[in-house]
C-alpha cells in the first residue's frame, strides 16, 4: 500500500527504462516501501534525528528476526554457529553507529543552537521530545515483534543446542545486550526493550539486565513501526531458504545507506547554517564509519549455502543492488563534498570563484595549489584541514569499505569469473573502487610528500642512523660482535660507513612450550620499525593493552586487530600494532567451562518458585494428611489466600521456631531486623516515595480505624460544638470497611456524615468521584469539607479495576481536595487487590495514604498489613484509640515508664499499632518471598504479564465454549474487563443469583477440583503467579462440565 512505483514494463525501449525497471524489482523484492514510508513521515515535532533512529533501529529488528532464523534454521547441512556469530556482531555494530550519531549531534560544538539540543540523557520532557510510552509500566520495555520471535525461538531450541553452541550464544547474547546497556544505558529514557532483552540473558543463563520500575521508556512502537519489518516477513512466501536472508541484507544496506546520506545532507547543513567545518568533518566521518560497517555487513552473505543460493539466484534474475537508488546517490553525493572547501579557499586566496573541476584541466592545477597550501600549513585553517581529511576518510570508506567489499562478495559467492543476476561480470564490479572520488586530494598528498622529501634530503635516515650508533656502542662495550651488520640488513642507505649491528630491540624472542616437552623453542623475528603516517609502528614489537580494555574488547565483540577511528571509545591505544598484541581467537576455539544448569525461559524460573521438591518430608506429609490424600485439588482464589512459595514458607517457619526459642530477645529482631527489611521490600514494589513512613497492623481494618479515630477526636472535644466529621467513599468497599461506615450510620449521630459514590458505572466513576470531592459534604451546593475521602483501587465484590488511571485520579482528588483547602483530609486509596499484581507507582502520592495487606498477591499468609504514611501527615498520626507499642520508648532504663496521666507519644512507623503484635509469621514469610524475587529478578511487571497470558488462554477458551453454547452457558454473564495493563488478577461471572453462585462453586469443586468463590451473583476466579497454563486447560475442562450441568 506504500509503493510509489507504476506499472514495470515488460521490454523497455532505452537504458533509463532499463534502470527503472531495475529499481522497481529491486524495491518490490526487498520490500523498501513501507520502511521508507516510516522514515520519510516522522511523528515528533522536531524530527532532527527521528528519521535516522527508525532506519537504524529497522536494521537491527531485521538483524533480529535474522538471527531467530539463523537459531531455529532446521536444515541439517547448516552449522549455525558461524552464522549466529556474524549476525551477533552486525547487531553490536549497528548499535554501535547508532550511539555515535545521536552522541556525536549531541556533542557538535554549535554553541548558537546548543540550547536546542534534543539530548536524550536530560529530564523529560522537554520542548520537542521524542513521545514516551504510557505512565504504565507494563509491556513498554518490551516494544519489539522482532525480539519476541527471537525469545520464543531460543526457547524452543537452547535446550537441543550442543555445549559449545550453548556458549557460543551466551556469549553473543551477552555482547548485544551489553551493547545495549554500554550505549544507551545513560539516557533518561529508556529504548522500550529492555525487559525483552533481559528475557533473552535469561535464556541463556545470564543474570537479567535491571529494569528500572517507573522508568520512562521511548513509545519505541510508534517512532520505529517495527511491524513493518515484521510484515516483510510474514507477509511473504519464501520458497527459497536463503531468500529472506538475501533480501534482509539488502533491506539492512538500504536503511544505513540512508542514514549515511543522512549524515552527509547533516554535515552540509554544519556548513550552509553554521560554517563549522569541525562539526561538518565529524559528520562526514560518522557517514565514513557507516560506510566501511557496510561492507562487512554485505559480506555476511557469504555464509549462504552456495547450493542454496544458486536456486534462488536464477529466479529473481533481471535486478539486483544495481537497483538501490540509496546506494547510486552515494558516490555523487560524497564527491560534491569537496565544492564548499574549494570556494572557502578560493576566498581566502582571493581568486575568483571557479566551476568546480576535479581532473587534469588549468582549473584542477589551481585547486592543488590551494589545497597543496592547506596540506603544507595545517595551523593556520585547522578546520578546513580536518575536512579535507574527513574527506579522504569516506573515499576510503566507500571505495575501500563498500565497494571494495562488494567486489569481495561476488568473488566469494558466485566466484571471480561468474556473472550476477544482471549478467554483468563481477571483474566489471573493479571499476566502482578503483575510481578515484578526489584525485585532487591524492595528487596534493604525493606532492607534499616529494617537496618535503627536497625540503629535509639532509636528515633522511637521521633517527635511524642515531639509533644504530647507540646500539653499536652497547654492543661493544659488551663484546658481542656475533650479530650481522645493520648496514648489510639497510642496504646502501646509511649516511655513516662504520660496521653497524643489528639492534638488539629490533629482535622479539617468541617462546612455544613444546606439547609434553620442558624444552622451549625460541624463534627470532625482525621487526621493521618505520613508522606509518599514524605514527604507529606498523611492525612494531606488539604491547598488550591494559586489562580493562582486554574486557571491553571482549564483551563487545570487536576485532581487536582492527584499527578503529582515533575517536572511536574502543580504540586500542597503540593502534594495529598494540592491538594485535593479543592474538585473535575463534569463539570456535574458546573452551566451554563447566556451566549449572540454565533455565529455558522465563516460565522455568517461575515454575521453581512455586516448586515443593525441596521441601522437608514432615512438610509434604502434613500438606498430604491436610488434604486427605487428594493433592490435585487447584485453587483459583489468588484474590483470597495467595498462594505461599513453598520453600519460601519452610524457610520462614524455621526462622521463627529459631525466634521463638530465642523468647523475649526476638523482639530486637522483629523490629530491628525484620520490619525494616519488609519496609525496603514494600517501597520496592511499590516505589514509594523515600521519605514517607510505613506504619503495620495485623490488618487494613485495625489500620484505617484507628487512622480514623484521629478525625473522631473532635467528636469528644467539648468546646467543639457543631464539628461534623464527614466521610466520602464509595458504595462497594470490603465488608469491613463497610460495616464500620453502617455501624456509625446506625448510630445516628448528626455529627458524622457518611456519603458515597456509585462505582458503576466504571467509565465514570473517577470523574464523578472527584467531582464529589470538589462539591464537598451535605447537599447545600457549599459542601463542608470531609475528613476522610476512602476508595479501592480494585473493588473486593467483582474484582475489577475502578481506578483506570492511578496518577490522574489521585491528582484529579487531590487538586479538588486543596482548591477547597481540605488538605487535612486523609484521601486513603485501598490497594489490597493490587499490591504485588498490579505494576503501581506511588511516586505521586505526594498527601495520599495506600493501605493494604500481605494476604493475597505476595502470598505472605494473614495478620499483617501495612498503610503508607505521606510525609505530610506523619505528625498527624495520633489516634485515639492507641497501645503501649505505639511509643516503645516507654520500655527504654531512662523511662519513667507510663502511668496514668502520663504524656501520650507517638513515633512515626508505630503510631497506628496497639498492643503486643502477632503479624511475626507473616512478616517472615514475606520478607523470604521477596528475597527470591530479587535473587530470582521476578517483579510485579513479569508475575502481572504471567496472569495476563493466562487470562488470554481463559479467556479464548470461555469465548469458544459460550458460542457453541449458543449464548445460554452460565458463563455469558463475564464482567467487562480494563486494559491489561490495570487489570486485577480475579475474571468474574454474574449468574441469576446468589444461589447459582454458589451452586457453581460447589460444581467445580465436586467435578474437577477446582475451587473458585462467589460473593453475592458474582463467581469469581483469582489467577495467580503460580498458575501453569496445564491449569487453564484444566480449569477449561471443568467449567465446560459445569456449563453442561448447570444448563
Given at each position: 500500500?506504500f509503493s510509489?512505483?507504476g506499472p ?6 532505452n537504458?533509463?527504462g532499463?534502470?527503472?525497471k531495475?529499481r522497481?524489482l ?6 523498501l516501501h ?9 511523528i ?5 534525528l ?13 538483524a533480529?528476526?535474522?538471527m ?10 547448516v552449522v549455525k554457529r558461524?552464522?549466529?556469530e ?7 555494530a549497528?548499535i554501535g553507529l ?12 554549535t554553541?548558537?543552537?546548543r ?5 536524550l540523557?536530560?529530564?523529560f520532557?522537554f520542548?520537542?521530545a521524542p513521545?514516551?510510552?504510557?505512565s504504565?509500566n507494563?509491556?513498554?520495555a ?7 520471535m ?14 559449545p553452541?550453548?556458549?557460543?550464544l551466551k556469549?553473543v547474547?551477552?555482547n548485544?545486550t551489553?551493547?545495549?546497556q554500554?550505549?544507551?544505558?545513560d ?15 535469561q ?10 520500575f ?7 512502537k ?6 513493518v519489518?515484521?510484515?516483510?516477513f ?9 531468500d529472506?536472508f538475501?533480501?534482509?541484507?539488502h533491506l539492512?544496506?538500504?536503511c544505513?545507506a ?5 549524515r552527509?545532507d ?6 550552509a547554517?553554521?560554517?563549522?567545518w569541525?562539526n561538518?568533518a565529524?559528520?562526514?566521518l560518522s557517514a565514513t564509519?557507516?560506510l ?13 549455502i552456495l547450493?542454496d ?5 536464477v ?8 537497483g538501490s537508488s540509496?546506494?547510486?546517490?552515494l558516490?555523487?553525493?560524497v ?9 572557502r579557499l578560493?576566498?581566502?586566496?582571493g581568486?575568483?570563484p571557479t566551476?568546480h573541476d576535479?581532473?587534469?584541466s588549468d ?5 592543488r595549489?590551494?589545497?597543496l597550501?592547506?596540506?603544507?600549513n595545517p595551523?593556520k585553517q585547522?578546520?578546513l584541514y580536518s575536512?579535507a581529511?574527513?574527506?579522504e576518510a ?7 569499505g ?9 568473488s566469494?559467492?558466485?566466484?571471480s569469473?561468474?556473472?550476477g543476476t544482471m549478467?554483468?561480470?563481477v ?8 575510481r578515484?572520488?578526489?584525485?585532487n586530494?591524492?595528487m596534493?598528498?604525493s ?17 635511524m ?13 659488551s663484546?658481542n660482535?656475533s650479530i650481522e651488520?645493520?648496514?648489510d640488513?639497510r642496504?646502501?642507505n ?10 638488539a630491540?629490533d629482535f622479539?624472542?617468541?617462546e612455544?612450550?613444546n606439547?609434553?616437552?620442558?624444552e622451549?623453542?625460541?624463534?627470532e623475528?625482525?621487526y621493521d620499525?618505520n613508522?606509518?603516517?599514524s ?11 591494559i586489562?580493562?580494555e582486554r574486557?571491553l ?5 570487536i576485532?581487536?586487530t582492527?584499527?578503529p ?8 591505544p ?5 592491538a594485535a ?5 575463534s569463539?570456535r576455539?574458546?573452551?566451554v567451562?563447566?556451566?549449572s ?5 522465563f ?11 525441596n521441601v522437608?518430608p514432615v512438610?509434604?506429609q502434613a ?13 483459583f ?7 505461599t512459595?513453598p520453600e519460601?514458607?519452610?524457610?520462614a517457619t524455621?526462622?521463627q521456631?529459631?525466634?521463638y526459642?530465642r ?17 525496603t ?6 516505589d514509594v ?6 506504619e503495620f497492623?495485623h490488618?487494613?481494618?485495625?489500620l ?8 473522631l ?6 468546646d ?6 464527614r ?7 470490603f465488608?469491613?470497611?463497610?460495616r464500620?461506615m453502617?455501624?456509625?450510620?446506625k ?12 462505582i458503576?458505572?466504571i467509565?465514570t ?10 462539591e464537598?459534604?451535605g447537599d ?5 469539607k ?5 476508595v479501592s ?20 482528588v487531590s487538586?479538588?481536595l486543596?482548591e477547597?483547602d ?14 504485588g499484581a498490579i505494576?503501581?507507582?506511588l511516586?505521586?502520592?505526594e498527601?495520599v495514604f495506600y493501605?493494604?495487606?500481605m494476604?493475597k ?8 498489613a ?5 510525609e505530610?501527615?506523619?505528625?498527624m498520626m495520633?489516634p ?6 505505639a511509643?516503645p ?27 503486643t503484635?502477632?503479624f511475626m ?7 523470604e ?25 481463559f479467556i479464548k477458551?470461555?469465548?469458544a465454549?459460550?458460542?457453541?453454547s449458543g449464548?445460554t452457558s ?6 467487562p474487563m480494563?486494559?491489561e495493563?490495570?487489570?486485577s488478577?480475579?475474571i ?8 447459582t453462585a454458589?451452586?457453581?462453586v460447589?460444581?467445580m469443586?465436586?467435578i ?15 489467577f495467580g503467579?503460580?498458575h501453569?497454563i496445564?491449569?487453564?486447560s484444566?480449569l ?5 462440565k459445569?456449563q453442561?450441568?448447570i444448563?
Amino acid at each position: 500500500s506504500f509503493s510509489k512505483n507504476g506499472p514495470i514494463e515488460a521490454e523497455p525501449k532505452n537504458k533509463r527504462g532499463r534502470d527503472e525497471k531495475i529499481r522497481i524489482l529491486y524495491e518490490e523484492y526487498i520490500s523498501l516501501h513501507p520502511v521508507m514510508h516510516v522514515w520519510e513521515n516522522p511523528i515528533t515535532l522536531k524530527p532532527d534525528l527521528e528519521p535516522t533512529f527508525a532506519a537504524a533501529m529497522h536494521g537491527v529488528e531485521l538483524a533480529f528476526i535474522l538471527m531467530a532464523e539463523f537459531v531455529s534454521d532446521s536444515r541439517y547441512y547448516v552449522v549455525k554457529r558461524p552464522r549466529v556469530e556474524l549476525i551477533a556482531e552486525d547487531i553490536v555494530a549497528q548499535i554501535g553507529l547508532l550511539a555515535e550519531i545521536i552522541d556525536g549531534e549531541l556533542e557538535d560544538d554549535t554553541i548558537d543552537d546548543r540550547e536546542n539540543t534534543h539530548s536524550l540523557t536530560q529530564d523529560f520532557p522537554f520542548d520537542g521530545a521524542p513521545p514516551t510510552a504510557s505512565s504504565y509500566n507494563f509491556n513498554k520495555a518490551r516494544q519489539s515483534p522482532a525480539l519476541d520471535m527471537l525469545v520464543d525461538a531460543i526457547t524452543n531450541v537452547y535446550g537441543n543446542l550442543s555445549g559449545p553452541e550453548q556458549y557460543s550464544l551466551k556469549k553473543v547474547i551477552r555482547n548485544i545486550t551489553g551493547a545495549f546497556q554500554t550505549y544507551f544505558g545513560d539516557w533518561t529514557v529508556g529504548i522500550g526493550l529492555e525487559e525483552q532483552l533481559s528475557e533473552i540473558r535469561q535464556l541463556v543463563g545470564l543474570p537479567p539486565l535491571k529494569v528500572e520500575f517507573g522508568r520512562r521508556y521511548l513509545d519505541y512502537k510508534a517512532l520505529v513501526r517495527p511491524h513493518v519489518i515484521m510484515d516483510t516477513f510474514q507477509n511473504k512466501i519464501y520458497e527459497h531458504t536463503e531468500d529472506f536472508f538475501f533480501r534482509s541484507v539488502h533491506l539492512g544496506t538500504e536503511c544505513w545507506a540512508f542514514i549515511a546520506l543522512q549524515r552527509l545532507d547533516s554535515a552540509k547543513k554544519q556548513l550552509a547554517t553554521y560554517s563549522h567545518w569541525h562539526n561538518a568533518a565529524a559528520h562526514i566521518l560518522s557517514a565514513t564509519h557507516i560506510l566501511s560497517y557496510l561492507g562487512d555487513h554485505i559480506m555476511m552473505l557469504t555464509s549462504m549455502i552456495l547450493r542454496d543460493y544458486l536456486r534462488l539466484k536464477v529466479e529473481i534474475e533481471g535486478t539486483s543492488g544495481e537497483g538501490s537508488s540509496h546506494v547510486k546517490n552515494l558516490r555523487q553525493t560524497v564527491q560534491v563534498l569537496i565544492n564548499p572547501l574549494m570556494d572557502r579557499l578560493r576566498e581566502l586566496d582571493g581568486s575568483s570563484p571557479t566551476p568546480h573541476d576535479t581532473g587534469d584541466s588549468d582549473d584542477g592545477e589551481e585547486e592543488r595549489r590551494l589545497l597543496l597550501s592547506l596540506y603544507a600549513n595545517p595551523e593556520k585553517q585547522p578546520g578546513l584541514y580536518s575536512y579535507a581529511k574527513s574527506l579522504e576518510a569516506i573515499e576510503s570508506g566507500l571505495n575501500g569499505g563498500f565497494y571494495y567489499k562488494h567486489f569481495c562478495l561476488a568473488s566469494n559467492v558466485i566466484g571471480s569469473g561468474a556473472k550476477g543476476t544482471m549478467k554483468k561480470s563481477v571483474q566489471a564490479l573493479k571499476v566502482m573502487y578503483e575510481r578515484a572520488l578526489f584525485p585532487n586530494l591524492d595528487m596534493t598528498r604525493s606532492q607534499l610528500g616529494k617537496v618535503i622529501d627536497e625540503e629535509l634530503a639532509k636528515k633522511k635516515g637521521r633517527i635511524m642512523d642515531r639509533i644504530t650508533e647507540e646500539h653499536n656502542g652497547m654492543l661493544s662495550r659488551s663484546n658481542n660482535s656475533s650479530i650481522e651488520s645493520l648496514s648489510d640488513l639497510r642496504g646502501s642507505n646509511s649516511s655513516s660507513n662504520n660496521d653497524l649491528s643489528v639492534p638488539a630491540s629490533d629482535f622479539v624472542h617468541i617462546e612455544r612450550s613444546n606439547s609434553g616437552e620442558d624444552e622451549k623453542e625460541t624463534k627470532e623475528v625482525f621487526y621493521d620499525a618505520n613508522l606509518d603516517g599514524s605514527g604507529h609502528g606498523n611492525g612494531a614489537p606488539p604491547q598488550p593493552p591494559i586489562e580493562g580494555e582486554r574486557k571491553l574488547v571482549d564483551m563487545l565483540a570487536i576485532d581487536p586487530t582492527s584499527n578503529p577511528p582515533p575517536g572511536c571509545p574502543f580504540h586500542v591505544p597503540g593502534g594495529n600494532a598494540a592491538a594485535a598484541a593479543t592474538p585473535k581467537t575463534s569463539r570456535r576455539d574458546l573452551p566451554v567451562s563447566p556451566r549449572s544448569p540454565t533455565p529455558k525461559s522465563f516460565d522455568s524460573i517461575r515454575r521453581r518458585l512455586y516448586s515443593a521438591k525441596n521441601v522437608p518430608p514432615v512438610f509434604a506429609q502434613a500438606y498430604a494428611a491436610e488434604m486427605a490424600g487428594n493433592l490435585m485439588t487447584v485453587s483459583f482464589l489468588d484474590h483470597a489466600w495467595g498462594k505461599t512459595p513453598p520453600e519460601a514458607h519452610v524457610a520462614a517457619t524455621k526462622r521463627q521456631f529459631a525466634l521463638y526459642q530465642r523468647g523475649n530477645s526476638a523482639w530486637d529482631v522483629i523490629f530491628g531486623d525484620l520490619l525494616p527489611e519488609a519496609i525496603t521490600h514494600i517501597k520496592w514494589i511499590l516505589d514509594v516515595r523515600e521519605e514517607s513512613v510505613i506504619e503495620f497492623g495485623h490488618n487494613s481494618h485495625e489500620l484505617i480505624s484507628r487512622l480514623l479515630s484521629i478525625k473522631l477526636e473532635k467528636l469528644f472535644v467539648d468546646d467543639a460544638v457543631g464539628e461534623k466529621c464527614r466521610i466520602l467513599t464509595t458504595d462497594t468497599e470490603f465488608y469491613s470497611f463497610t460495616r464500620q461506615m453502617n455501624r456509625l450510620m446506625k448510630i445516628g449521630s448528626k455529627r458524622i456524615e457518611i456519603e458515597h459514590v456509585s462505582i458503576e458505572p466504571i467509565e465514570t466513576f473517577e470523574s464523578r468521584f472527584t467531582a464529589k470531592v470538589k462539591e464537598g459534604a451535605g447537599d447545600s451546593g457549599q459542601g463542608a469539607k470531609w475528613d476522610m475521602v476512602y476508595v479501592s483501587q480494585c473493588v473486593y465484590s467483582t474484582q475489577e479495576t475502578i481506578v483506570l488511571d492511578l496518577d490522574r485520579f489521585t491528582e484529579g482528588v487531590s487538586g479538588a481536595l486543596e482548591e477547597r483547602d481540605n488538605k487535612e483530609c486523609f484521601f486513603v486509596v485501598d490497594g489490597y487487590h493490587g499490591f504485588g499484581a498490579i505494576p503501581t507507582s506511588l511516586q505521586s502520592f505526594e498527601n495520599v495514604f495506600y493501605v493494604s495487606g500481605m494476604l493475597k498477591h505476595v502470598g505472605s499468609g494473614a495478620n499483617c498489613a501495612f498503610l503508607i504514611v505521606p510525609e505530610a501527615k506523619v505528625e498527624m498520626m495520633k489516634p485515639v484509640f492507641t497501645g503501649w507499642i505505639a511509643d516503645p520508648s516507654v520500655l527504654a532504663p531512662e523511662s519513667k515508664g507510663i502511668k496514668m496521666g502520663s504524656d501520650v507519644g507517638y513515633i512515626p512507623g508505630f503510631s497506628l499499632m496497639g498492643g503486643t503484635p502477632a503479624f511475626m509469621p507473616s512478616l517472615l514469610i514475606f520478607v523470604e518471598v521477596m528475597r527470591r524475587w530479587k535473587e530470582m529478578n521476578i517483579s510485579v511487571i513479569h508475575a502481572h504479564r504471567h496472569v495476563m497470558e493466562l487470562h488470554k488462554a481463559f479467556i479464548k477458551g470461555i469465548e469458544a465454549m459460550v458460542a457453541r453454547s449458543g449464548g445460554t452457558s452460565c458463563w455469558s454473564g463475564m464482567r467487562p474487563m480494563a486494559d491489561e495493563a490495570i487489570r486485577s488478577h480475579s475474571i468474574t461471572f454474574v449468574v441469576n443469583n446468589a444461589e447459582t453462585a454458589k451452586k457453581v462453586v460447589e460444581l467445580m469443586r465436586e467435578i474437577g477440583d477446582i475451587e473458585v468463590d462467589s460473593r453475592k451473583m458474582y463467581v469469581r476466579f483469582g489467577f495467580g503467579f503460580n498458575h501453569n497454563i496445564e491449569d487453564i486447560s484444566k480449569l477449561l475442562v471443568t467449567c465446560e462440565k459445569v456449563q453442561d450441568a448447570i444448563n
